[in-house]
């Protein structure tokens, strides 16, 4: 203890990922150590850089959307959605209402999707296997329904300006039915799981825990702020998209930590249900596509639009020059800006809790590097 | 108030902007030209004659000057010749302001009661090749309190040093961290300003205008990839 001897190396830096499974991707993570305890963490990123804000500038605005498919894979259908409507509302172009109902259902099918990988993800990294088992079992139910509409499970090209591609296909709606009317079970299954598991609780209670006050600091959005107790959704704040005609709830933590931003999504699970059992119940007939222009060239200007993707606040910054290109699409990506707040929360956390920190904001590398 | 809006306003930030002055040897360009500085030319060639031939059509949205705006006012009478316009485009206001009163402006808009923009949703650049001051920095702010979204935008030459707003959002760290590697925005003020999401030693910044979308560090990529040669 008094004499530094070649035992206590105090400070160790070590490399997590790039290759790491528990890192959900490509992402690299320099450690600093002392012990188990966490001193320091910088993230590398940009493994998966592919220049996609660079590539929308040399494309017309439709050949655009295939690409925000390809940024956040795992919630590629609502990835459209931000985009879509922001060229819709600087065309102008009105969207009929089924249209409108459809892609609000489909996105609502993505947050469960995507909050799955997310969940069977997370428990596998903290220990428990079982829930990835559970989970994937019902994703796939949903890949089949995408790949039903939109041909392709996982690059979907989902919605087009105006509308969509293809109307909903025979017995699609049956099969939507069938999925929501088991679907609240499953979700009570995997809470059975893990709500009230000992090991479960022990390992995210506490952990990576971030005030509301400190979360807007870092522009978190999404679960990891609502985690927080900030009730902010832009579904809620600045409805696009129908969203202002169906009810939901937007559940809200209290303590920030892990194990809030848990019990969140599983609820958001829930409250995707109920939109799309509104969707259903009500889904008006009629066209699927508005008056598109063949080619679409909006006015000189710019407009933000942002949609609550399944990881935050995803929202696109469209500024147009008058010609048939836009001039420049910016990305406003959620993880990217969630992964900042990383080296502060495992600031002082043991190593093992770096991953369920990790698993806990839901990174998804593809939309950080973009 | 659009007529003459229309070609006066966009000029300290409109997308158009900076484009007439060139477009007139533009067009000649070669559709696919080889050297990046003439890259960024050819698309711009376009808005001068949509924006000839808008008023007689009259089509899509346009800029409108924000009018009774208490924010805009606000902004005003506590920053006399710091605040260049108030426009709204799709209702979305834009307030553009000067460099040397961006930092005031932003700490103010998070540090009063009134307007508690507490929240940096988004921090970004254009790049208007061929301006003078040829970097637009867009900040999109919104407040937890009054639920307002706005844009701030301010221009810059493409050696000043711009303002960090580091030190007042967190979020801004990441985002100037991006906009330099993508734009090669210097921010003054930033703790740790270096590439992000490109390589350390990676020269030039892709998301300019005049880098060409085919042009790639060559000598970095035959060095770390080991391609010897690299497909043109």
Redesign the interface.
């Known amino acids: 203890m008094d004499e530094p001897t070649i035992l206590d190396a105090q400070e160790l830096e070590i490399n997590m990922g790039p290759q790491h499974p528990a890192t959900h991707g490509v992402l690299r993570i320099k450690l600093k150590l002392d012990g188990e305890r966490v001193l320091d963490a910088d993230c590398v990123i940009g493994y998966l850089h592919r220049g996609v804000e660079k590539i929308s500038e040399n494309r017309t605005y439709t050949k655009c959307l295939p690409y925000y498919d390809r940024t956040d894979y795992i919630a590629a259908v609502s990835n459209a959605l931000g985009y879509v409507l922001g060229v819709e509302k600087m065309m102008e172009i009105e969207v009929p209402e089924r249209a409108v109902y459809i892609r609000v259902m489909m996105t609502e099918f993505n947050r469960i999707a995507s909050h799955l990988v997310w969940l069977g993800t997370h428990a596998m990294d903290i220990g428990a296997l079982t829930v990835f088992l559970y989970g994937f079992r019902e994703r796939e139910e949903i890949l089949k329904l995408f790949e039903d509409l939109f041909g392709a499970r996982l690059t979907t090209h989902a919605f087009r300006i105006g509308g969509l591609w293809m109307d909903l296909p025979p017995g699609f709606v049956e099969a939507a039915r069938r999925f929501i009317d088991d679907f609240p079970t499953k979700v009570d299954e995997y809470e059975q799981l893990l709500t009230n598991n000992r090991i479960w609780l022990d390992r995210t209670k506490g952990v990576g825990v971030i005030s509301g006050e400190e979360a807007i600091d870092f522009g978190l959005s999404g679960p990891p702020l609502r985690g927080s107790g900030v009730p902010y959704d832009v579904r809620r704040a600045r409805p696009y998209g129908g969203y202002d005609q169906f009810d939901f709830d937007v559940p809200v933590g209290e303590h920030g930590d892990t194990y809030d931003r848990y019990l969140i999504r599983m609820e958001e699970m829930r409250q995707s249900r109920r939109i799309i059992q509104q969707v259903l119940d009500r889904l008006p007939g009629g066209p699927i596509r508005g008056k598109v222009p063949r080619v679409i060239k909006p006015s000189v200007g710019e407009y933000y639009s942002a949609i609550e993707g399944p990881r935050g606040e995803l929202g696109y910054y469209i500024v147009s020059d008058g010609s048939a290109v836009p001039f420049r699409v910016r990305i406003r990506p959620p993880t990217f800006i969630n992964l900042q707040a990383l080296k502060r929360m495992v600031k002082g956390a043991l190593v093992a809790d770096v991953i369920a920190i990790i698993g806990t904001l839901d990174v998804v590398l593809g939309e950080i590097d973009r | 108030m659009n007529e003459e809006n229309k070609p006066g306003q ?1 000029a300290p930030e ?3 902007e900076g ?1 007439t002055g060139d477009s007139s040897e533009a067009p000649a360009a070669a559709p696919k030209p080889a050297a990046p500085a003439g890259a960024g030319e050819v ?2 060639a ?2 001068k004659p ?2 000839a031939k ?1 008023p007689p059509v009259k ?5 409108e000057d924000l009018t009774d705006d208490p924010l805009l006012k606000d902004l005003r009478e506590r920053f006399p010749d710091g605040i260049l316009s108030g426009q709204t ?2 209702g ?1 206001p ?1 307030y553009t302001v000067s460099l040397n009163v961006l930092t005031e402006v932003m700490v103010y808009l998070r540090q009063s009661d009134q307007w508690a923009f ?5 921090l ?1 650049c ?2 208007y090749i061929g301006d003078e001051k040829r970097i637009c920095m ?1 900040y ?1 702010l ?1 407040s ?1 309190k009054s ?1 307002r ?1 706005i ?1 701030i935008k301010a221009r810059a030459a493409a050696d000043e040093m711009v303002p960090s707003m580091a030190p007042f ?3 801004a ?3 100037e961290r ?1 906009a330099y590697d ?1 734009f090669g925005v210097e921010f003054s003020g930033h703790p740790d300003l270096r ?5 350390d030693d990676w020269l030039g910044y ?2 300019r205008k005049d ?1 060409d ?1 085919k042009l790639q560090d060559q000598a970095w990529i035959r060095n770390h990839l080991r391609i010897r040669k690299v497909p043109e």
């Open positions: 966009p409109g997308p158009s484009k698309k711009e376009k808005p949509a924006a808008k089509k899509g949205p346009s800029y485009f799709l979305q834009i507490d929240y940096l949703v988004d970004t254009l790049d867009v999109h919104y937890h639920g979204l844009r959002w967190r979020t760290d990441w985002l991006e993508m590439r992000i999401l490109l390589p892709p998301l880098y979308i």
